[in-house]
């Protein structure tokens, strides 16, 4: 064979065009980021980042300088204005560098493709798009990339400060310029107008490239159809023929059929304004050019690079004799463009909506329609990824008055579908390769076989390669699924790609022009290869929308904000996680270093959009939490009274008329519902949030750059910090007044709130008794995770600051009778109702609320009250020392005993502290009776064996062992002989004293017994003091006085037996001794004949008998011994009658 005659084989079409083709994404990617943001690398839109040589006031005037010379170098005369270059040589030399051969690569890329336009020009290539698929689509993708590489450089406003400050300091350091720099600096001149350029360029290679545009005729107008022509033509349906629903879906031009519109436009555009001659000869031509002219007003370059069809064009052709009948069509087009072309895409997407839809809805039912009907769910992906882009691309660069055929509110919906479809084929993968399998051994095989056999003339080579593709697909098995083998059939899609080459060049000996049943045939076997081993390529080919990155960021956050706001459009929000996914997508081998960004910018962006709709989630279950609260108070108690007293008053009420009040509605009457049409603000909520939740709850999990995200997590933790604030909140504690909500008002709140929480587990996946374990148990420590106070710090605080507090105000006082705490008459009314928040059911509500644990902080805070008050009662001890010491001894001497009293100091003072003490344990003893209560429903076996535990416990045991018993039944609410929280509390403060005291005087425990035992003396000898006082009368009805000294019994029997546990003394002897001294000083004001001393003599003498009821440790055997039972009975006689006397 002749030298003369080129051989296909060796021209590497193939090779070539699928290299160059990838390597030209990879230029533009650099090219792009040179021009967006100044460096090479980083995608960061920020205008700052430029080279600094370039915004260097030093070397402003050296830039200007270079700028108006280049690409001509002149460094002789010009010394001066590049004396600070000579400087910076180096740097400048180190920095630019990657920026310089960006260009150069660039230059070379633009070599290598002119060489290869060349070659098939040389080798007549024949293109069809509907015959040699791969050959036509990568030959116009080629014309395509190559022209918007040249179209973004010439963009690039510093490439000539870029180019000639690097050569002049090369020049500088090596004595001579680059060697690239010639060319490269005549490149950048001769694109300084791109398109012009590229037009004289592309003459000889115009004959190919317009037989390759012209083979669009018979796809590019099917696809670029009217809503109205898709919805008769019924497509994308799979249940309009339900005959045909199994039989697989078939088309001469497989390929073609998911081929992006975009591209096509490209191709169209591009390609005829290169070789716009055949616009003028050839009809064909002269129709796709309009039809593509007047689908869009801006095509996209690369990424958010758009390219203005119209002006460019008439640009162009205006100075080309003879076209004004071209330039006429282009500004008809424009127009028709501009008020057809918004309302006919958004009809398009109107009607995808719907079909995908459909589509996602029967697949999801029956995913064995995936293989037949595969072809269909990529058409369906690629039309709706052209429709968003086209909608993207619009909505940022409109020429027109009225934007509203660029807002789509509904958006999210096809976005949501897309997903849902892409998510089956990745379910239902090995479903599609059983199917296609199967179809490429027994169907395809054969009759690519048949067709083989029925060629005239078949040359050795061509005969192997598709003797290889018979046998590849007829060695297919579906046992080859079952076992997991990966398939990979790349060699034979690129053998088919080298044969297409092969017999489409002129006097090939066998053509694939006079042959094109085979090469239609062959398109769908690729097709069918696909879905075997590439569908997560054929997922990214047809429905990549990576493009929302960083490109269209502002657009992408806008549609998210629309769909949250829209409650119909809410359920669809997960889409916008979901396209973070693809972001990755977009980036290129050959500029890794955006790789960073992008990644990290996809993970901010998916963690916003969960956040914000975890954010809208808790916001809609709080408003319902809000609503129910409202409700739920409805239903309190004290709402009743009203309705009662009208119903007492209801004749009276009748007298006055119309005027009257109007009748208040009782709760429950929003349940009643007139007609299906009321919807009430509960019901918006509830809608809202079931679509909101269907979103969360749509993935369990999403991966993003490595990364994982669980959208329902975001929801658990939002709802975890709402319900904390919210339970605070709902206290409404106000630390100026003092006020607080009442136990039960915050229980019947808390637990509407906790109702509607556990109602979001029928719509999202969650586990909500995590969230209120978490919640709940923070709430009964003294701060939250966050530092924040709780209600168990509030309440604490709150009864011990104002409620008790009042108390020893003698404002209040606690009633045995009633059990709680009441207000006493007062010139100063108090702001709240004491009762209210010390009943019986206030405390168990708070019992609920704090839970043991919280009840525990109480106790512990109340038993600290009480030790500051035992530490201010040993100093008084103390002060009165020797006098006790000797009382102690003279109880049987009244005449001494009531000399050493008079020496006595501060009687009162010790008397009203123990009375504080005593009403500090009474609502301890509330407090803890009530946890018992609430306990015992929760737990009953539990404290039942707690109580059995503490019943039994030998009289011998260690007081140690006793002691942890003790505590065990005091955190179940039991009352026990010894206050384990006291003897702690009191234990505390005596080792803190001793290291106070250390210095000053070393205190012995003997010292320490001594003090506790005259302690007992003290309140026993000054008990009666207390018969003068006027508040010392004792009240039957409410068993116990109104200046709370009834609570001395409580603090006498809990202070003995803390304190002589501590000095392990015998409580019950401290005990006797305590009785005895108070019976002797008791019956000492019997004999008194002064009214004023003995006045409430009979209500005094009664706390014997309640000290001895208080205690375990004595029996009223003892007391009849010291103190005649004769009295106490005459005593109650006594205060009884003085009651009703008072009464009456």
Wanted: include cysteine; aromatic fraction near 8%.
């Amino acid at each position: 064979m002749s030298r003369g005659v080129i051989q296909p084989s060796q021209q590497k079409l193939a090779e070539k065009l699928t290299i160059l083709n990838d390597r030209g994404i990879g230029m533009l990617t650099r090219v792009y980021n040179i021009k967006k943001q100044g460096q090479v690398w980083k995608a960061c839109g920020d205008p700052k980042a430029k080279p600094s040589y370039l915004v260097d006031k030093n070397l402003e005037s050296a830039v200007k300088f270079i700028v108006r010379k280049f690409p001509a170098v002149e460094t002789r005369n010009n010394n001066q204005q590049l004396a600070q270059l000579q400087k910076e040589k180096s740097e400048i030399l180190k920095n630019l560098a990657l920026y310089y051969f960006t260009f150069v690569d660039v230059m070379e890329f633009k070599d290598h493709v002119c060489e290869l336009l060349n070659t098939i020009d040389a080798c007549q290539v024949f293109f069809d798009i509907t015959v040699n698929f791969d050959l036509t689509k990568n030959y116009l993708d080629l014309v395509v990339t190559y022209t918007t590489l040249m179209t973004i450089l010439s963009r690039i406003e510093e490439r000539k400060a870029i180019i000639g400050l690097y050569n002049y300091a090369h020049e500088m350091t090596h004595g001579a310029s680059d060697r690239e720099y010639p060319r490269l600096g005549q490149m950048i001149v001769d694109y300084e107008n791109p398109l012009k350029k590229l037009m004289e360029e592309f003459v000889p290679h115009g004959k190919s490239l317009s037989d390759a545009l012209i083979s669009l005729q018979m796809v590019y107008p099917r696809r670029n159809l009217s809503a109205d022509q898709w919805r008769n033509a019924q497509l994308l349906s799979l249940i309009s023929a339900p005959s045909t629903m199994l039989n697989p879906a078939q088309s001469d031009t497989m390929p073609c059929e998911y081929l992006s519109l975009d591209a096509m436009e490209k191709w169209i555009v591009f390609g005829f304004i290169l070789c716009h001659a055949v616009l003028n000869s050839d009809a064909a031509a002269l129709s796709l050019w309009k039809l593509a002219l007047q689908s869009s007003t801006c095509l996209c370059l690369f990424r958010d690079e758009v390219f203005h069809i119209h002006k460019a064009a008439e640009d162009l052709f205006v100075n080309i004799r003879g076209y004004n009948k071209r330039i006429n069509d282009i500004r008809e087009c424009k127009e028709q463009a501009l008020s057809h072309a918004g309302s006919m895409h958004r009809e398009r997407r109107k009607f995808l909506r719907s079909a995908l839809k459909e589509l996602a809805t029967v697949l999801a039912d029956q995913p064995g329609l995936l293989g037949p009907k595969a072809l269909f769910v990529f058409m369906a992906l690629s039309f709706a990824r052209d429709e968003i882009i086209w909608l993207l691309r619009h909505a940022d660069n409109i020429q027109k008055k009225s934007t509203d055929d660029f807002i789509d509110k509904h958006i999210a919906e096809l976005i949501f579908y897309m997903e849902e479809l892409r998510a089956h084929v990745r379910k239902y993968g090995p479903v599609m390769q059983r199917y296609y399998v199967q179809y490429l051994s027994g169907f395809d095989a054969v009759v690519l076989n048949e067709l083989v056999q029925n060629l005239s003339v078949c040359p050795e080579d061509e005969s192997i390669i598709m003797s290889s593709f018979v046998n590849t697909m007829t060695s297919l098995s579906v046992k080859q699924v079952e076992d997991g083998e990966v398939f990979d059939f790349r060699g034979l899609r690129l053998d088919w790609f080298r044969l297409q080459a092969y017999t489409s060049v002129s006097k090939a000996s066998l053509g694939i022009a006079d042959h094109k049943e085979l090469g239609k045939m062959m398109n769908t076997i690729i097709f069918h290869t696909k879905m075997v081993d590439s569908l997560v390529e054929m997922l990214v080919e047809t429905s990549d929308l990576s493009i929302f990155c960083s490109f269209y960021s502002r657009a992408f956050e806008k549609m998210f904000q629309q769909c949250l706001e829209l409650p119909s459009q809410s359920r669809h929000s997960i889409c916008f996680p979901l396209l973070c996914t693809h972001f990755m997508s977009c980036t290129h081998e050959l500029c890794p270093e955006e790789r960073h960004h992008i990644g990290d910018r996809s993970l901010s962006l998916c963690n916003m959009f969960l956040d914000e709709m975890a954010k809208q989630a808790r916001n809609l279950i709080t408003d319902i939490c809000t609503e129910q609260c409202t409700l739920s108070d409805q239903l309190l108690p004290k709402h009743c009274a009203k309705t009662i007293s009208q119903a007492v008053n209801k004749k009276s009420k009748k007298a006055t008329g119309k005027k009257g009040e109007p009748e208040r509605e009782k709760p429950g009457v929003e349940s009643m519902r007139k007609n299906r049409l009321l919807v009430t603000n509960l019901d918006k909520l509830h809608t809202a949030l079931s679509e909101l939740c269907f979103s969360i709850n749509y993935v369990p999990n999403l991966a993003v750059w490595e990364h994982t995200f669980t959208p329902r997590e975001y929801l658990t933790s939002h709802l975890e910090i709402r319900f904390t604030k919210s339970i605070v909140g709902m206290t409404m504690y106000n630390q100026a007044t003092q006020e607080i909500a009442k136990p039960s008002e915050l229980l019947t709140s808390v637990r509407a709130y906790m109702t509607v929480l556990q109602s979001i587990e029928n719509y999202v996946t969650i586990d909500i008794t995590r969230v209120f374990n978490n919640v709940l148990l923070q709430q009964t420590q003294h701060l939250d995770s966050h530092g924040e106070p709780t209600i168990t710090s509030l309440y604490t605080n709150w009864y011990l600051e104002t409620l008790l507090r009042q108390v020893s105000n003698g404002h209040i006082a606690y009633f045995p009778a009633m059990k709680a705490f009441v207000n006493l008459p007062t010139e100063n009314e108090l702001t709240f109702n004491a009762e209210e928040y010390s009943d019986i059911s206030e405390m168990r509500s708070l019992s609920e609320l704090l839970g043991p644990y919280g009840m525990k902080f109480l106790s512990e805070s109340l038993m600290w009250h009480i030790s500051s008050q035992v530490a201010e009662l040993k100093k008084l001890v103390v002060e009165n020392m020797e006098v006790l010491t000797q009382m102690r001894t003279s109880f049987d001497k009244p005449e001494h005993m009531a000399a050493l009293f008079k020496k006595l100091t501060s009687v009162d003072s010790v008397l009203k502290r123990m009375t504080i003490i005593g009403v500090i344990l009474s609502f301890r003893s509330l407090a803890q009776e009530a946890l018992r209560d609430v306990l015992s429903c929760h737990i009953p076996f539990l404290v039942s064996s707690v109580e059995d535990f503490k019943d039994h416990i030998p009289r011998e045991t260690d007081m140690k062992v006793a002691m942890n018993v003790y505590e065990l039944s005091s955190a179940a609410g039991l009352p026990c002989e010894i206050d384990p929280a006291l003897v702690v509390a009191l234990s505390s403060q005596k080792s803190g004293e001793a290291q106070t005291h250390a210095l000053k005087k070393n205190i012995s425990p003997e010292e320490e017994y001594k003090i506790a035992c005259l302690l007992m003396v003290f309140v026993a000898v000054s008990l009666p003091t207390l018969a003068s006082n006027v508040m010392s009368q004792y009240s039957p009805a409410i068993e116990g006085h109104c200046n709370n000294i009834h609570c001395l019994a409580k603090a006498i029997n809990q202070i003995a037996a803390a304190l002589f546990t501590i000095h392990k003394g015998s409580i019950e002897d401290r005990l006797k001794e305590f009785l005895a001294l108070a019976s002797s000083s008791l019956l000492k004001i019997g004999q008194e004949t002064d009214k004023m001393t003995t006045r409430n003599r009979e209500s005094v003498y009664l706390l014997l008998d309640m000290i001895v009821q208080e205690s375990p440790f004595l029996t009223m055997d003892l007391l009849e011994s010291c103190f005649p039972y004769v009295l106490l009975r005459n005593a109650y006689h006594a205060v009884y009658k003085q009651s009703i006397s008072a009464n009456a």
